[in-house]
């Protein structure tokens, strides 16, 4: 089988990326040749015979927009040249003027426009203005993408749910969550030290962007007010700029209890030295973050506008109605302070979800809906406005 992937990367350090570098190891495994259309490329994967690189340059365009833009008129351009070669074209998103077999939806630009908690307004500066022009327009553009391809395959049934928006019959879709290394994130001793974080605490981890408003530092220092002296979090995330929230802590008196660590390289030692991981994400499609925290064999809070959410149990974790609210996010932290062992029970069967959702497990669901598409070219799940001549029966 020959088989087109088009992205912007193909890279263990980045998410998306990520998930396809999973799908291309996946389809060499099973000696399928792949051509990449992107703008980068794990170098390994360059060594391999059976890749090839169509390399589209970032370029220097102004703005995240007109980069997009650029890549995908040309990723278009050379596909409508080539198509004929290949079996299935793979695409993410809106990434590309062209008709494609898969198009894994990684975010819903429209989901986070409706979702309730975007920040956001068109007169509130130049750079918000910018924002919510961006993400309109991308809103449309993945009407389009979806209305063009045969199989759209969501990475969480929250994202089902809003490409459904979009006038995606839902059963129509292939959910295919993202997968998650379950060897290198995995339970082990703690190395406090190595990060200077205490010992004798219950320790929270919070990851995420600071600068983005949506991952929801703010309500959990709120609920960390709420909570004994002997609970705190430590910070994963880049602050080699200004730290948004150094002056909010301090002036909250919380300076002895939350950690900042900076971008961590080494995130899998970070979880297996922490307690449990707080995520109570104003809007995601899907966390790689929360998928590894459960395979470290951390007990999970959260809420349900964090995408991921929907594979936590009350046997692994807490899921919240609301991601601001604060005093519930208090209390579930407090009932895992205070009974030990069932926390321990709850990490223990957050690996073993988490042992359900590895990559190989990912990468051979996309490997069989290659397969049955390209056994049956006329195999389509199509919009709700066009005729439906073949639909799944659920999630592969």
């Known amino acids: 089988m020959i088989i087109a992937i088009v992205t912007h990367a193909v890279a263990r350090n980045d998410g998306q990326g990520r998930v396809n570098l999973e799908i291309v190891e996946a389809a060499l495994a099973a000696g399928y040749d792949i051509t990449l259309v992107a703008s980068r490329v794990e170098p390994a994967l360059l060594d391999n015979p059976r890749v090839r690189w169509i390399e589209i340059p970032v370029g220097r365009l102004p703005t995240r927009l007109l980069q997009y833009q650029s890549f995908a008129v040309r990723a278009g351009r050379w596909l409508a040249r080539h198509r004929r070669e290949f079996d299935i074209v793979h695409l ?32 509130g500066s130049m750079s918000q203005a910018y924002q919510v022009m961006f993400n309109h327009l991308n809103a449309q553009l993945e009407r389009w993408a979806f209305r063009h391809t045969r199989v759209v395959v969501p990475v969480s049934h929250k994202v089902a749910s809003e490409v459904a928006a979009h006038g995606i019959d839902t059963e129509a879709m292939h959910v295919i969550h993202n997968g998650v290394d379950t060897g290198e994130f995995r339970p082990g001793e703690s190395e406090r030290a190595r990060f200077a974080l205490p010992v004798d605490v219950f320790m929270l981890l919070f990851a995420g962007d600071l600068r983005v408003s949506r991952k929801n530092l703010d309500t959990v220092l709120d609920a960390l007010e709420r909570l004994p002296a002997n609970v705190h979090v430590a910070v994963a995330a880049d602050i080699s700029g200004e730290n948004p929230y150094a002056a909010t802590v301090a002036e909250r008196g919380l300076v002895s ?14 979880m297996r030295s922490v307690d449990a991981f707080v995520f109570p994400s104003r809007y995601e499609a899907m966390s790689l973050v929360l998928l590894e925290a459960l395979s470290s064999g951390l007990p999970v809070v959260t809420a349900k506008s964090a995408g991921g959410a929907e594979v936590i149990d009350p046997s692994c974790g807490v899921v919240l109605d609301d991601p601001n609210d604060a005093a519930g996010l208090a209390a579930a932290i407090e009932h895992l302070v205070a009974e030990p062992a069932r926390t321990r029970a709850m990490g223990e069967a957050a690996r073993r979800i988490a042992l359900t959702l590895g990559w190989d497990s990912m990468g051979e669901r996309y490997l069989a809906l290659y397969r049955r598409l390209a056994a049956r070219p006329d195999y389509r799940t199509l919009p709700g406005d066009a005729k439906v001549t073949q639909r799944n029966t659920g999630s592969i």
Do not use: C, E
């Not at 494609?100 to 975007?118: A, C, E, I």
């Open 257 to 270: 209890r939350v950690h900042f660590l900076g971008m961590i390289k080494t995130m899998p030692v970070v």
């Open 92 to 123: 993410n998103g809106f990434i590309a003027w062209a008709r494609g077999d898969v198009n894994t939806v990684h975010f819903v630009h429209q989901g986070f426009l409706r979702s309730g908690f975007y920040p956001f307004k068109l007169f």
